[in-house]
T-cell receptor, first 108, second 117 residues
Framework: DAKTTQPNSMESNEEEPVHLPCNHS???????IHWYRQLPSQGPEYVIH???SNVNNRMASLAIAEDRKSSTLILHRATLRDAAVYYC?????????FGAGTRLTVKP | EPEVTQTPSHQVTQMGQEVILRCVPI?????FYWYRQILGQKVEFLVS????????KSEIFDDQFSVERPDGSNFTLKIRSTKLEDSAMYFC???????????????FGPGTRLTVT
């Protein structure tokens, strides 16, 4: 069962880029890499997902290593509203499981 | 922008009572899910539902739990006889396709806080 590893916490300054790493060295060829986040007292929120190529959307960018054993969620300009727990999940390998994620603190 | 809604936002009930938590998924979505999050802990998968049937469930989803899509818009989670340890946030989610395959994302509601006294 492929697992993901994320740092427990990270800090960023407001209006600076943030790079949130995720290691998934046992990823299988059919696993998609998903990122969700959970703001305080809210439900999880979809951020982005990808399979092999880098992906961009209005919220973030997802950079996937060539060997797919790691990925990085990039928030281009952190705001205070981006303070949340960020979850990196492989599907289908992680089924519907959320791990502990990375708690991002954004300092003004 | 379409969103998943849940009612009530907070439900207080006594141990042993039945509760029904309600969700309205995004209208063109076909797959529906319930998760729970005990205070300070991880988000845990309970059940997925498609085509009026449970497609997957976790070990948490025992005989005390049931789900139903009573009409074309609502999706409900019933707990038959609540226990103290059922106190948690319950999140409903929906997706256009099977999120378990990986190619679809899920959209979550704001949650219902269930307090069992």
């Amino acid at each position: 069962d492929a697992k993901t590893t994320q740092p427990n916490s990270m800090e960023s300054n407001e209006e600076e880029p943030v790079h949130l790493p995720c290691n998934h060295s046992t990823i299988s060829g059919t696993d998609y890499i998903h990122w969700y986040r959970q703001l305080p007292s809210q439900g999880p929120e979809y951020v982005i997902h990808g399979l092999t190529s880098n992906v961009n959307n209005r919220m973030a960018s997802l950079a996937i290593a060539e060997d797919r054993k790691s990925s990085t969620l990039i928030l281009h300009r952190a705001t205070l509203r981006d303070a949340a727990v960020y979850y990196c999940i492989l599907r289908p390998s992680n089924d519907m499981r959320f791990g502990a994620g990375t708690r991002l603190t954004v300092k003004p | 922008e379409p969103e998943v809604t849940q009612t009530p936002s907070h439900q207080v009930t006594q141990m042993g009572q039945e509760v029904i938590l309600r969700c309205v998924p995004i209208s063109n979505h076909l797959y529906f899910y319930w998760y729970r999050q005990i205070l300070g802990q991880k988000v845990e998968f309970l059940v997925s539902f498609y085509n009026n049937e449970i497609s997957e469930k976790s070990e948490i989803f025992d005989d005390q739990f049931s789900v139903e899509r009573p009409d074309g818009s609502n999706f409900t989670l019933k707990i038959r006889s609540t226990k103290l340890e059922d106190s948690a946030m319950y999140f409903c989610a929906s997706s256009q396709g099977d999120a378990g395959t990986g190619s679809y994302e899920q959209y979550f509601g704001p949650g219902t806080r269930l307090t069992v006294t």
